[in-house]
């Protein structure tokens, strides 16, 4: 199936851990991001990546790091959870000429 | 500071009626307006897009209307179903790289 996938779907954490989040797309899009979508189903972005290079970063703690090893995955590390880090973390991608994005089905994170 | 505004938070709507939903934006330069469509546990999915240079756009049942004088522009939903029964979201984005900014999303029940 051609699609955005994510792992894990649920990660359930201690706060203080460091956990990463894994997304791949086989659409073939230049351009991918990760979405937070919190507990009132607000959606803001994080990061974007066109080619393996940052474009967007928005004001996100310095504990969030995105990787692009290259363009058909986007991976987000995230140091010392905090209890403020719960909520559900979305993967998109989009061809750099056009504007539709396909988001994948995200990872619900819980941090107790 | 949230630069659409997305009204009602949530609306109930027999099977047949037209929910409506109202997004505002501040951003002049904003030149795409997608409106995005969440079932529960899955990832918003485009349903519909606008640019500012024309005043209405149909697909199927879904329907949005844009006034750029008033920075406003919404979504009706014509005979709606239980099936149609999401959370929707309408965003602006101003830029090649679809930095988009959300609405805080309205979640629409569609009654039998």
């Known amino acids: 199936d051609t699609a955005v996938s994510q792992t894990p779907k649920y990660l359930v954490t201690q706060m203080g851990n460091d956990k990463s989040i894994k997304c791949e797309q086989n659409l073939g899009h230049d351009t991918m991001y990760w979405y937070k979508q919190d507990s009132k189903k607000f959606l803001k972005i994080m990061f974007s990546y066109n080619n393996k290079e940052l474009i967007i970063n928005e004001t996100v703690p310095n504990r969030f790091s995105p990787k692009s090893p290259d363009k058909a995955h986007l991976n987000l590390h995230i140091n010392s959870l905090e209890l403020g880090d719960s909520a559900v973390y979305f993967c998109a991608s989009s061809p750099t000429s056009a504007l539709e994005q396909f988001f994948g089905p995200g990872t619900r994170l819980t941090v107790l | 500071q949230q630069q659409v505004k997305q009204s009602p938070q949530s609306l109930i709507v027999q099977k047949g009626g037209i929910p409506i939903i109202n997004c505002a934006y501040e951003?002049?330069?904003?030149?795409?307006f997608p409106w995005y469509q969440q079932f529960p546990g899955k990832g918003p999915a485009l349903l519909i897009a606008i640019r500012p240079d024309v005043s209405e756009k149909k697909e199927g049942r879904f329907t949005i209307s844009f006034n750029k004088s008033a920075k406003q522009f919404s979504l009706h939903i014509m005979d709606s179903q239980p099936g149609d029964s999401a959370t929707y979201f309408c965003?602006?984005?101003?830029?090649?790289?679809?930095?988009?900014?959300f609405g805080a999303g309205t979640q629409v029940v569609v009654t039998p």
């Open positions: 951003n002049t330069a904003f030149d795409y």
């Open positions: 965003a602006g984005t101003t830029d090649s790289w679809g930095k988009f900014q």
